[in-house]
C-alpha cells in the first residue's frame, strides 16, 4: 500500500528535478528546509528522526539536495521527507512538507477492532511493517 | 493551476519539465554580438574595467573566461556538447591589490553567463572551516560549502588551512572535504583560493592535489605609483573629496615614500593615507574657525598630507 502524506501526496513521486524546483520555491519564501527518516509508516507519527539540523542561510537548492542524497544513501530503505519551515509571525508553522524517499516494498496496515464494554467496537490501525524491530523493517 | 498554486501561500504544484532547448540545425547562424549583448556580461566587464585601475593580468584572464562561457553557450545550442569548464581559481598576490573585489566582481558575472545559479560570493577563512575539537570540522566545512553552493565560495588565506608543524591539525581535513566537494560538486559552486604568493606556493607544494584542481592560478601585481595616485583619485571622488592642484604632487611624493615603507598594502594603504587626511583636514578646518565654502569642505590641501609621519625622515 503506497503511503501518502504531506503537500503532493496525491501526484506520483517526485523526480530529483521537481525536488530541486520545490527547494529552490522554498528558499525563495525564506523558508529553512530540513530532512527527517523514520520506519514507522504509521499516520500518527508525527515525530520523524531528524537527520541533521535544519539548513539555515542557503540560497541554493543544491545545498538542500545533497543533504537529501546523503541521507538517502545512509537509509535506502527508509522513508524520507524534506520540510519547509515558515517563521514569519502569524504563520509560525511547516508550510511545505513531503515525502521524497519511499522503500520499494511497503506492506501496508492491518484494521485491528477491539471489543470494548456495551458492546462498543474499538479500531486501531497496526502497520505490518512495525511487527518487525527497528530498522530492519523494510530490509 | 494559478488560482491552485496561491491558495494559502502554498507552493505551486509541480510543473511539466522543462522542454529540451531546441538544438539549431548544423547550418545555422548565431549572431555572436547578439549573444554577447543578451548575456549583459559587458556591463560586468566594462564596470571592472573602469573601476579597478591597471591588474591587466587579471582583466585578460577574466574576459578569456568570459569569451569562453560564451563561446560554450552557442556551441550548446547547435548540441555541441563540450562538458563545464573548471573554473576553481587561485588569486595570489600582495595585500591590498583587489583579490577581494576581483572575486565579487567575478561570480556577479559568472552568473550573468550562466555558469553559477545564484552569483553570490561567501567569504571565508580559517575559522569558518576548521573545527575546535573532533568531528567538529567535517559539518563546519559542509555547512559553509551548502551556503556556498550555487555561488562562489572565496576563501582568504587559504594556507592557513595546512600547518604543517602541527600533523593532527584539523585543517587537513577540512581540505579533504573541499576536494571531494571541488571534485563532486563542480556545477554547484566555483571555489576560488587567495592569499600571497609565496605562502600560496607553499601550500600547494604541500597539497598537490589541491593544485591540480585549480585550473588558473592567477597573479595579482603590485600597482605602480601612478596606479595608485589614480586608484586614490578614484577614491576621493566617491568619498566626494578632491585634491588640490597643489596637493597632486605631495600625494605623489607621499605614496613614492609610503612605498618604500614597510607593511606597504597597496590599495589599502592609499585608502587609509585618505582617511588620516581626512581627519586632519577636518582638525584644520575647526581649528581655523569662522566661515567654510563647499570648496573647503570638499577640498584636501597639501599640509594635510604633509603632517603624515612619511614625511618625517
Same mark, same amino acid.
Given at each position: 500500500?503506497?503511503?501518502?502524506?504531506?503537500?503532493?501526496?496525491?501526484?506520483?513521486?517526485?523526480?530529483?528535478?521537481?525536488?530541486?524546483?520545490?527547494?529552490?520555491?522554498?528558499?525563495?519564501?525564506?523558508?529553512?528546509?530540513?530532512?527527517?527518516?523514520?520506519?514507522?509508516?504509521?499516520?500518527?507519527?508525527?515525530?520523524?528522526?531528524?537527520?541533521?539540523?535544519?539548513?539555515?542561510?542557503?540560497?541554493?537548492?543544491?545545498?538542500?539536495?545533497?543533504?537529501?542524497?546523503?541521507?538517502?544513501?545512509?537509509?535506502?530503505?527508509?522513508?524520507?521527507?524534506?520540510?519547509?519551515?515558515?517563521?514569519?509571525?502569524?504563520?509560525?508553522?511547516?508550510?511545505?512538507?513531503?515525502?521524497?524517499?519511499?522503500?520499494?516494498?511497503?506492506?501496508?496496515?492491518?484494521?485491528?477492532?477491539?471489543?470494548?464494554?456495551?458492546?462498543?467496537?474499538?479500531?486501531?490501525?497496526?502497520?505490518?511493517?512495525?511487527?518487525?524491530?527497528?530498522?530492519?523493517?523494510?530490509? | 493551476?494559478?488560482?491552485?498554486?496561491?491558495?494559502?501561500?502554498?507552493?505551486?504544484?509541480?510543473?511539466?519539465?522543462?522542454?529540451?532547448?531546441?538544438?539549431?540545425?548544423?547550418?545555422?547562424?548565431?549572431?555572436?554580438?547578439?549573444?554577447?549583448?543578451?548575456?549583459?556580461?559587458?556591463?560586468?566587464?566594462?564596470?571592472?574595467?573602469?573601476?579597478?585601475?591597471?591588474?591587466?593580468?587579471?582583466?585578460?584572464?577574466?574576459?578569456?573566461?568570459?569569451?569562453?562561457?560564451?563561446?560554450?553557450?552557442?556551441?550548446?545550442?547547435?548540441?555541441?556538447?563540450?562538458?563545464?569548464?573548471?573554473?576553481?581559481?587561485?588569486?595570489?598576490?600582495?595585500?591590498?591589490?583587489?583579490?577581494?573585489?576581483?572575486?565579487?566582481?567575478?561570480?556577479?558575472?559568472?552568473?550573468?553567463?550562466? !555558469?553559477?545559479?545564484?552569483?553570490?560570493?561567501?567569504?571565508?577563512?580559517?575559522?569558518?572551516?576548521?573545527?575546535?575539537?573532533?568531528?567538529?570540522?567535517?559539518?563546519?566545512?559542509?555547512?559553509?560549502?551548502?551556503?556556498?553552493?550555487?555561488?562562489?565560495?572565496?576563501?582568504?588565506?587559504? !594556507? !592557513?588551512? !595546512?600547518?604543517?608543524?602541527?600533523?593532527?591539525?584539523?585543517?587537513?581535513?577540512?581540505?579533504?572535504?573541499?576536494?571531494?566537494?571541488?571534485?563532486?560538486?563542480?556545477?554547484?559552486?566555483?571555489?576560488?583560493?587567495?592569499?600571497?604568493?609565496?605562502?600560496?606556493?607553499?601550500?600547494?607544494?604541500?597539497?598537490?592535489?589541491?593544485?591540480?584542481?585549480?585550473?588558473?592560478?592567477?597573479?595579482?601585481?603590485?600597482?605602480?605609483?601612478?596606479?595608485?595616485?589614480?586608484?586614490?583619485?578614484?577614491?576621493?571622488?566617491?568619498?566626494?573629496?578632491?585634491?588640490?592642484?597643489?596637493?597632486?604632487?605631495?600625494?605623489?611624493?607621499?605614496?613614492?615614500?609610503?612605498?618604500?615603507?614597510?607593511?606597504?598594502?597597496?590599495?589599502?594603504?592609499?585608502?587609509?593615507?585618505?582617511?588620516?587626511?581626512?581627519?586632519?583636514?577636518?582638525?584644520?578646518?575647526?581649528?581655523?574657525?569662522?566661515?567654510?565654502?563647499?570648496?573647503?569642505?570638499?577640498?584636501?590641501?597639501?599640509?594635510?598630507?604633509?603632517?603624515?609621519?612619511?614625511?618625517?625622515?
Amino acid at each position: 500500500m503506497r503511503i501518502t502524506q504531506g503537500t503532493f501526496s496525491f501526484l506520483p513521486d517526485l523526480t530529483d528535478d521537481e525536488i530541486s524546483r520545490q527547494i529552490a520555491y522554498a528558499l525563495d519564501q525564506g523558508w529553512p528546509c530540513s530532512v527527517e527518516f523514520t520506519d514507522d509508516p504509521h499516520p500518527r507519527n508525527s515525530y520523524w528522526e531528524m537527520w541533521g539540523l535544519p539548513m539555515f542561510d542557503l540560497t541554493d537548492p543544491a545545498g538542500v539536495l545533497l543533504e537529501v542524497n546523503e541521507c538517502r544513501k545512509a537509509y535506502p530503505n527508509h522513508y524520507i521527507r524534506l520540510n519547509a519551515y515558515d517563521a514569519r509571525y502569524g504563520r509560525q508553522t511547516t508550510a511545505l512538507s513531503f515525502i521524497v524517499q519511499r522503500p520499494a516494498a511497503e506492506p501496508g496496515f492491518r484494521l485491528d477492532r477491539e471489543e470494548a464494554s456495551d458492546r462498543r467496537i474499538r479500531y486501531r490501525t497496526h502497520a505490518y511493517a512495525t511487527d518487525r524491530p527497528q530498522g530492519e523493517r523494510y530490509s | 493551476m494559478t488560482e491552485f498554486s496561491m491558495r494559502n501561500g502554498s507552493p505551486v504544484a509541480p510543473g511539466e519539465p522543462l522542454p529540451p532547448p531546441e538544438v539549431l540545425p548544423p547550418d545555422a547562424r548565431v549572431d555572436l554580438a547578439r549573444e554577447r549583448a543578451d548575456s549583459h556580461a559587458d556591463e560586468v566587464l566594462d564596470a571592472l574595467d573602469a573601476e579597478l585601475i591597471g591588474l591587466v593580468p587579471v582583466k585578460t584572464r577574466i574576459r578569456e573566461i568570459a569569451a569562453l562561457l560564451l563561446i560554450d553557450r552557442v556551441r550548446g545550442r547547435f548540441g555541441i556538447d563540450s562538458g563545464r569548464p573548471n573554473l576553481h581559481m587561485c588569486f595570489t598576490g600582495s595585500p591590498g591589490t583587489g583579490k577581494t573585489t576581483v572575486a565579487v566582481r567575478l561570480a556577479e558575472l559568472l552568473h550573468r553567463l550562466g !555558469y553559477i545559479r545564484k552569483g553570490h560570493l561567501v567569504s571565508v577563512t580559517r575559522d569558518d572551516l576548521v573545527g575546535q575539537y573532533v568531528g567538529h570540522t567535517a559539518p563546519k566545512t559542509k555547512e559553509v560549502l551548502k551556503r556556498a553552493m550555487g555561488g562562489v565560495l572565496f576563501i582568504d588565506e587559504a !594556507y !592557513y588551512l !595546512y600547518r604543517a608543524e602541527n600533523e593532527r591539525d584539523y585543517g587537513q581535513e577540512a581540505i579533504e572535504i573541499l576536494l571531494q566537494v571541488m571534485e563532486n560538486n563542480r556545477d554547484d559552486l566555483v571555489v576560488v583560493l587567495a592569499g600571497y604568493k609565496d605562502r600560496m606556493d607553499s601550500f600547494f607544494s604541500s597539497n598537490p592535489g589541491m593544485s591540480s584542481r585549480i585550473a588558473h592560478h592567477i597573479d595579482f601585481p603590485d600597482y605602480a605609483t601612478d596606479e595608485l595616485e589614480a586608484i586614490g583619485r578614484l577614491m576621493t571622488a566617491r568619498e566626494g573629496y578632491r585634491l588640490s592642484d597643489e596637493a597632486e604632487p605631495v600625494f605623489r611624493s607621499y605614496l613614492e615614500r609610503r612605498r618604500e615603507q614597510p607593511r606597504f598594502a597597496n590599495a589599502r594603504s592609499v585608502r587609509n593615507a585618505l582617511e588620516r587626511a581626512r581627519l586632519r583636514h577636518a582638525s584644520r578646518l575647526l581649528a581655523a574657525g569662522g566661515e567654510v565654502t563647499r570648496d573647503d569642505l570638499t577640498t584636501l590641501r597639501p599640509e594635510d598630507f604633509l603632517a603624515s609621519r612619511v614625511f618625517e625622515t
